[in-house]
C-alpha cells in the first residue's frame, strides 16, 4: 500500500519527494520523460563535473606525486598530510554540489581532532591516517574518466537525443549520487565515534587535571596552612612550659591549637567529601543525595527509586552531578523549594533535578553546566536544560548504566 506522505504527484509525473527525501533513502529516483527543473538540475550537474573534476585531479596527483617525491626530505610527509587535508575541503565542495543539484543530502565527516597533545607530530599522524582524506583524493582520480564520458554522452544528447535526454541524465546521475555516497559520506559510525571519543578523552584529562589542582590547592590553603600554624603553636607553648612558663599565655596557645585541630579536621573531612564522600560508599546514591540536599539553602525533596546500585563510577559522576546542581540552586536560582528525582529507565540512568526560581540558566552563562555537560558527554551521557525566564529550571542528565561488579569471597 502506498504511503500517502510519499505519494506521487501525477499532475506533472514528478515525486513530490525528490528533493526532500530521496537522499536518505537508498532506492534511486526513476527516470522521468518531463523536462522538469529537476532534469535540468541533473543537466547541469553532469556537465559542470567535466571542468571541475580536471580541478580535483590535477590536485590530487600533483599532491600525491610531489609528496611521494619529497619523503626522503622532511617536507614529504607534511606536504601529502596538509594535501589530505585540502582533499576534505574538495570533498565537502563536492557534498555541497550534489545537495544542491542532485538532492543527495548525506552528513559530514567528522572534523578531525583539535586537540594535538603532541604538536607537530600527532597533527601529521592525525593528517597521514585520516580516511576522509583518502577517500576524497580517490573520488577525485576516479571521477575524472567518467566525467569525461558523461561529459562527452550529454553534450551531444541535447541537440541529436533530445527525446530521450531525461533518461540518459537520471541514469548518469544515479552513478553519481552512489559515488558521492559512497566516497564522501562517513564512512561508518565508527569513525564518527573514534573522532568524539578522542574528543572526549581530552576533556576527562582536563577534567581529572582540574580537580586535582583544586585538591592541591585546597590542602595548601587550608588544612596545610592550618596544621603549620598548629605546629607553631604547640612549638611555643612546649618552648614556654620548658622555660617554666606556665602561665594563662600557654593556655590561651593550646585553647587555639585545639580550635586549629578541629577546623582542620572539618576541612580535611569537606575535602575528603568532595573527593568522594564516605556515605556514597558505604550507603547508595539515595542516601548520599540525600545528604547533599540537606546542605542545600533551599528545601529539597529527594525521590531515588533504583532496583540495585550502578557502578561506581556511574554513581560517583550522579552524585557530583546533583551536588553541583545544587550548590548552582543555592547560589543563583533564589527558588523557594527544589527536588531531585533518579531512577533507572532500560540501560540508562536517569536524574532529574528542578527548582521553581528564576530560570534564564543555560550552558553558555558560567554556571558550571557546560563543564557538568563535558563530563556526562565524556562518559556517552546526555545533559538538557530547560530554564524559561521566571519559570524555574530542569535538568535532566542521562547516564549509561553499568552493573556493579559482584564481590568476590576470598
Known sequence: MTDPLHAPDITDGVPDDIDDAEDDRP??????????????????????????????????????????????????????????RG????????????RALLGVRIEEPSPLPVRNAGGFFAWLWNGLKDPVGWRAVLYEVIRLPWSV???????????????????????????DRA??????????????????????RGVVVDTAAA??????????????????????????????????????SVALMIDEAHGEVKIALQELRDLARGIHPAVLTDRGLDAALSSVASRCTVPVKVTAELPARPAEAIEGIAYFTVSELLQNISKHSRATQASVDVWRSGDRLMLQVRDDGVGGASLDKGTGMSGLAERLGAVDGLFVVESPEGEGTTVTAELPWRDRPALTKG
Open 27 to 84: 532506492v534511486l529516483p526513476p527516470a522521468r520523460f518531463a523536462f522538469d527543473r529537476h532534469t535540468w538540475k541533473e543537466i547541469a550537474y553532469l556537465l559542470s563535473s567535466f571542468p571541475l573534476a580536471v580541478l580535483g585531479f590535477v590536485y590530487a596527483v600533483t599532491m600525491l606525486a610531489l609528496g611521494a617525491g619529497l619523503t626522503v626530505t622532511v617536507i614529504g610527509l607534511p606536504l601529502i598530510a596538509g594535501g589530505l
Open 87 to 98: 582533499a576534505r575541503l574538495l570533498g565537502r565542495a563536492e557534498r555541497a554540489r550534489a
Open 149 to 175: 564520458l558523461t561529459f562527452a554522452l550529454v553534450l551531444p544528447s541535447l541537440l541529436v537525443l533530445w527525446p530521450v535526454l531525461p533518461f540518459i541524465a537520471r541514469g548518469l546521475t544515479n552513478a
Open 179 to 200: 559515488m558521492v555516497r559512497a566516497l564522501l559520506s562517513p564512512s561508518d559510525e565508527l569513525e564518527r565515534r573514534i573522532a568524539e571519543l578522542e574528543s572526549d
Open 211 to 248: 580537580d586535582l589542582r583544586r585538591i592541591e590547592r585546597d590542602l595548601h590553603d587550608g588544612a596545610q596552612a592550618r596544621l603549620v600554624n598548629l605546629a607553631m603553636g604547640l612549638g611555643l607553648a612546649k618552648e614556654k612550659l620548658l622555660e617554666g612558663q606556665a602561665d594563662a
